[in-house]
């Protein structure tokens, strides 16, 4: 079997008026479908990050794709994934996901592994998951993904979309929110992304979060590194109820010396809320430190730049090694991202805590994926026994998100000028904050 062609799609999705410490999600995230179509007609697909750059890297592999045999292509591009440093420069600390260009190359080479795993599990009729070592769960659990945001369901102009869940800028809002996600797609547990009030603001919609919804609920908080040492034990000693039931506090500080001081000072009150990451730890090269700090307690990967599904499973395994958690971190994605995730998940025993999703988040008229959305049953996503990924592209919705891409004028994620543009013209991200 040989590679023949190499189709790369960038499109553009609406996405809503989202908040985190990075400042404020634009009208339109990016997206990038990938296709490779084998001599027998066979067609494997991918979803990654969007925007010029990621084109420019995908495209820039052309001369060693097209003729390659999918079986053995991604062990001649894993020079990709090696060598990938650590550290914050590495991080997601001062770059919005997708526009770190110190991991442009993992990204870069999970697309072409999922969509090389798609290739092959449709030729030979099996599932992605069953390819990389068997499924261990035919359903994979998410959490709903609440975020403060200001009024509008994203999209600019006639493309301007309903607003589905309202302004939530208050925790009464993120409440109202939470409970519309949960009752749409049953999630069994809620990770809010924080950074963005006053930490006693949002101190007060976890707690108000804890009563509605019940001690059987776990809840998860994310200020995405804007708070200091002083503020985050604040906010561990203030949650340590509500976040220590199937809880965790991920990324309150910058660095893996600031999070192993927050770790030490709650653990001294007795307090053992555990500190999740996709910040400070995003390679291997990190874990050393990480553990010699104890300063994460669960990581927080993601196969779309941690180097595709086969890298994940091996931190994995790492992981359980050093008595560390796992579960996945999410971006603004469409369906096929979702199905690569919940095949990922499906095929790694140690994923101890749901997944991120961003997908109620998105419309359904941006979906690409032949029947639309990806049902969420019970907060779970559901592996179709199905080859590869187990979806189809729709070239009809294909070619409408590549038209948004066309008129749109985003062609990279900046949160910040989002906020100037929209909410303070001086905005300007600050570590830590608080």
């Not at 869940?165 to 519309?180: D, H």
């Not at 985050?232 to 010396?257: I, T």
Request: charged fraction near 25%; include cysteine.
């Amino acid at each position: 079997m040989r590679i023949t062609d190499l189709r790369i799609h960038a499109i553009a999705i609406a996405d809503p008026p989202l908040r985190s410490s990075y400042g404020l999600h634009a009208p339109y995230a990016l997206r990038t479908i990938v296709e490779l179509e084998s001599d027998a007609g066979v067609v494997g697909i991918t979803e990654t990050y969007g925007g010029d750059a990621q084109v420019r890297q995908l495209e820039a592999l052309r001369p060693q794709i097209i003729g390659a045999n999918p079986y053995r292509l991604t062990g001649l591009l894993s020079p990709m994934v090696e060598g990938q440093g650590s550290g914050d420069a590495r991080s997601q600390l001062h770059y919005v996901p997708g526009e770190n260009p110190l991991d442009a190359t993992t990204r870069t080479y999970a697309a072409i592994e999922v969509a090389c795993l798609d290739l092959i599990g449709k030729t030979v009729g099996e599932p992605l998951c069953d390819l990389i070592g068997g499924r261990v769960r035919d359903e994979v659990p998410f959490s709903a993904y609440p975020f403060y945001k200001h009024a509008g369901g994203g999209g600019e102009g006639a493309d301007a979309r309903p607003d589905e869940y309202g302004e939530a800028l208050s925790p009464e809002g993120l409440v109202r929110q939470v409970q519309q996600m949960v009752a749409r797609y049953g999630f069994g547990s809620i990770k809010f992304k924080a950074g963005v009030l006053d930490p006693d603001i949002e101190i007060e919609t976890v707690k108000q979060l804890y009563r509605a919804l019940g001690p059987g609920v776990p809840l998860r908080i994310d200020p995405n590194s804007a708070w200091t040492v002083e503020t985050s034990v604040r906010v561990g000693r203030a949650l340590a109820e509500e976040l220590g039931r199937g809880g965790y506090l991920e990324d309150p500080v910058a660095g893996l010396a600031n999070m192993g001081e927050v770790r030490r000072q709650l653990l001294a009150e007795g307090i053992d809320t555990p500190l999740a990451s996709n910040v400070a730890v995003t390679s291997f090269a990190d874990i050393p430190e990480s553990v010699r700090r104890d300063a994460v307690q669960i990581i927080l990967c993601d196969h779309h730049y941690w180097g595709g599904p086969r890298q994940v499973q091996q931190l994995a395994r790492l992981a359980k090694t050093f008595g560390l958690g796992l579960s996945m971190h999410s971006n603004s994605h469409l369906g096929v991202s979702l199905m690569g995730m919940a095949h990922v998940a499906a095929a790694t025993p140690h994923l101890t805590y749901a997944c991120d999703t961003h997908y109620p988040w998105q419309s359904a008229g941006d979906e690409v994926v032949l029947g639309g959305r990806i049902p969420i049953v019970n907060g779970c996503v559901r592996i179709p026994d199905l080859p590869g990924l187990g979806v189809e592209l729709d070239y009809d919705q294909l070619a409408r998100g590549r038209e948004r891409y066309a008129e749109c004028r985003y062609r990279k994620r900046d949160d910040e000028a989002e906020m100037r543009k929209h909410v303070d013209p001086n905005w300007r991200r600050i570590l830590p904050r608080w």
